[in-house]
């Protein structure tokens, strides 16, 4: 990373979050110095963790998986097995239709989240 933190961006007014998810979605420089290693380091993390690349969050799955499972479990217990076959149907449909959105608008956006990694990534250039 650049020197730029996850507590540096929760700390910025929503106004300057707007401005630095407008440049980082476009591409651009900031013309903050203060906000430029915020943006660089929002674009390297919109970089290194969307799309496909999510699959790498182990955490978010297992929650996923743990929900699903009480789910499907209170079916069994008490509906039909129908339900249970519909449940992982559309659980299972849901999840693919998720990460191809995630992936599909992830690759629309890439090219603009590296322009901005090295637009913003050097603080001290103007």
């Known amino acids: 990373m650049n020197g730029a933190s996850t507590a540096d961006w929760f ?6 979050r707007i401005r630095v998810i407008r440049a980082i979605d476009r591409g651009e420089r900031m ?6 290693p915020i943006a660089a380091m929002m674009a390297e993390g919109h970089l ?3 799309g496909l690349s999510a699959l790498r969050y182990r955490d978010r799955f297992v929650f996923a998986a743990g929900v699903y499972a009480a789910a499907a479990l209170l079916v069994a217990l008490t509906g039909p097995w129908w339900q249970l076959v519909l449940l992982t149907v559309l659980v299972a ?10 992936e599909r608008q992830a690759r629309r956006l890439r090219p ?5 990694v090295t637009a913003n990534r050097d603080a001290s250039k103007s």
């Open 11 to 16: 700390r910025l007014p929503a106004r300057d």
């Open 112 to 116: 603009a989240w590296r322009r901005a």
């Open 48 to 50: 290194a963790g969307w």
């Open 93 to 102: 449909l849901g999840f693919l239709a998720g990460l191809w959105f995630t």
């Open 31 to 36: 013309p903050d110095d203060d906000l430029r």
